[in-house]
């Protein structure tokens, strides 16, 4: 069919049409009547758009997020209406924290019934409004499609995020014509200013201690290449956060995440590209401890509303990251007439890393009894392939993860962000093995975490994903046990039960499984796991008294 010549069908129809034209390739959904159209239209499709249907719509939503992480086009997720709606809503919510291209699609009471207490009449879209890019209704047949448009064009468009569109089930049903095809996002990418750039060349030009920090936005924006490009012609030292993990891969000389505390007390300039300056980064405060003189801090974002306004920053930028890299590096050049010698500053640093890497061996093979959790994490990280997609679900679990876990490649590294929102990681597994088959899918869960959304095993086994899940299982909230026993000597609405088996809901669901109790047997859990080809999870008695040593509340 060509661009121009009239497509006949029901709203569902002109929907799928868009978000097809948009790169979507699966809806995830939890079936509803208000939303039948929608599945009747991706069946009937040519070829028809597979269907992942789960067990409690917070899942589809994280699904759908985490595709539009790994894919870097937004995502589908479609709703019926009242709660299932507001079901999804902490999804969305993740998905605006983390700059994630998402579209849901919910269904909504029938025009010709509204005012009348038809079932799950709800006015959604001011519910979703504070967490989205645009929450909207679609009031007619005829609004289906652009209305569509406009929420995948704008979710898939810098800077990235969620956007809501609610649909009558009466118009929903209707049919039209729909003269004019969607052409995808045609957005032009966002210009950074030349002589912003340049002043940022300059501070670097100047700076004998500098750190980048690379953020999720340097991944979604595509700018993975020119970023890796930028730090091995200038070598200057590099911190990963979020999806920008992998951009330099784990183990390269100029990566000192491992180094991250000395590297930003002793920075005299911290440049912060495509993240937040939030709690993880000291609110964009660096250094000026022990009367020394705090770093100076730039910030560079992929639109400029992302760019810091509570932070001191000495210079800032905003639009298309690759050509900021581009920019910075050839400024930088033809500024200094060659290379900057940041040597001497590099190498403290990496014998900080090496110092780090000796001590995380000595707990990586931790005897301990019970066991350590980072043990788990010794017996993981060898058996794990470069095209590796990690997942971390938990609290004090899943910070060992982001300790010990270095990517060697762009895209294999998933989690809550900053919302830390705990239940994502099923949706975020079911998303990374539709997206990269071929590879290992490891979800990495805390006990907590595990029972929000353990019976979507069931929709693993029905859609035969098969992923393989370690649990840490130290049969407490420990992110939240250790903090109130330092403040009030006690705890309390802390202790899950004792060795609960998780192992065997994922049996009673369909996948396979094992506890474990001892560190020797780690190790060959997770070879079977893998080797299993279905739904698996691996369950390992941990000490909850070995809780993650962290600098930062999050307040």
């Known amino acids: 069919m060509s661009e121009t010549e009239p497509r006949e069908g029901h709203g569902g129809v002109h929907a799928v049409d868009v978000a097809r034209a948009h790169g979507v390739e699966h809806m995830f959904t939890l079936s509803g009547a208000h939303v039948f159209p929608m599945y009747d239209a991706a069946v009937k499709a040519e070829p028809a758009m597979p269907i992942i249907d789960v067990r409690h719509e917070p899942t589809a939503v994280f699904a759908a997020e985490a595709i539009g992480k790994l894919t870097r086009k937004p995502g589908l997720a479609v709703l019926t209406a009242g709660p299932g709606v507001t079901n999804g809503v902490s999804p969305i919510a993740q998905a605006s924290f983390s700059g994630s291209p998402l579209v849901v699609v919910g269904g909504r009471a029938p025009n010709n019934r509204w005012g009348s207490g038809s079932l799950q009449e709800l006015d959604q879209p001011p519910i979703v409004e504070s967490i989205s890019k645009s929450s909207t209704t679609a009031r007619t047949v005829d609004d289906i499609a652009p209305t569509m448009d406009d929420a995948f064009t704008l979710a898939g468009s810098s800077h990235r995020g969620p956007t809501f569109v609610d649909v009558p089930m009466d118009e929903f049903f209707n049919s039209t014509s729909v003269s004019t095809q969607s052409k995808g996002n045609t957005t032009a990418p966002i210009e950074p200013d030349s002589a912003a750039v340049g002043r940022i060349a300059g501070l670097l030009a100047g700076s004998a201690r500098p750190v980048l920090v690379l953020g999720t936005d ?117 500024s200094s007439g060659s290379r900057p010698d940041w040597s001497t500053w590099l190498t403290g640093l990496q014998t900080e890393v090496a110092a780090a890497t000796q001590r995380d061996s000595e707990l990586l093979r931790a005897e301990a009894d019970p066991i350590h959790p980072a ?181």
Not at 292 to 318: C, F, K
Not at 467 to 484: F, R, T
């Open 218 to 334: 340097v991944w979604a924006d595509h700018a993975e290449d020119a970023a890796l490009h930028f730090v091995q012609e200038t070598g200057i030292p590099v911190i990963a956060n979020g999806m920008g993990r992998g951009i330099i891969p784990g183990g390269h000389p100029q990566l000192v995440t491992k180094a991250r505390s000395t590297s930003f007390n002793g920075a005299d300039l911290v440049i912060v590209v495509g993240t937040p300056l939030d709690f993880r980064l000291g609110y964009g405060i660096f250094g000026g401890k022990d009367d020394t003189i705090a770093a100076r801090t730039v910030h560079i974002a992929d639109s400029p509303g992302q760019v810091s306004t509570h932070a001191e920053l000495a210079a800032s930028v905003s639009g298309d990251l690759t050509t900021v890299f581009t920019g910075l590096l050839e400024a930088l050049q033809s």
């Open 375 to 555: 043990r788990i994490y010794g017996e993981l990280l060898p058996r794990l392939a470069d095209d590796a997609v990690v997942i971390g679900d938990g609290g004090d679990f899943v910070s060992f993860a982001g300790k010990f876990v270095e990517p060697t490649r762009p895209g294999g590294w998933l989690d809550p962000g900053p919302y830390g929102c705990l239940g994502a990681g099923m949706g975020a597994a079911m998303a990374a093995r539709i997206a990269r088959p071929s590879s290992q899918v490891v979800l990495l869960y805390g006990d907590g975490a595990a029972g929000m959304s353990l019976m979507d095993v069931d929709s693993l086994v029905r859609h035969d994903l098969p992923v393989v899940m370690i649990v840490g299982n130290n049969s407490a909230w420990g992110l939240e046990k250790g903090p109130m026993q330092w403040l009030y000597g006690y705890d309390v609405a802390a202790d899950l039960a004792p060795q609960t088996r998780y192992d065997q809901v994922v049996t009673a669901l369909g996948g396979g499984g094992e506890m474990v109790t001892d560190p020797n047997q780690i190790g060959p859990a997770i070879d079977r796991a893998f080797a299993s080809g279905v739904p698996y999870l691996v369950n390992v008695m941990t000490d909850v008294n070995a809780a993650y040593p962290r600098n930062t509340t999050g307040i």
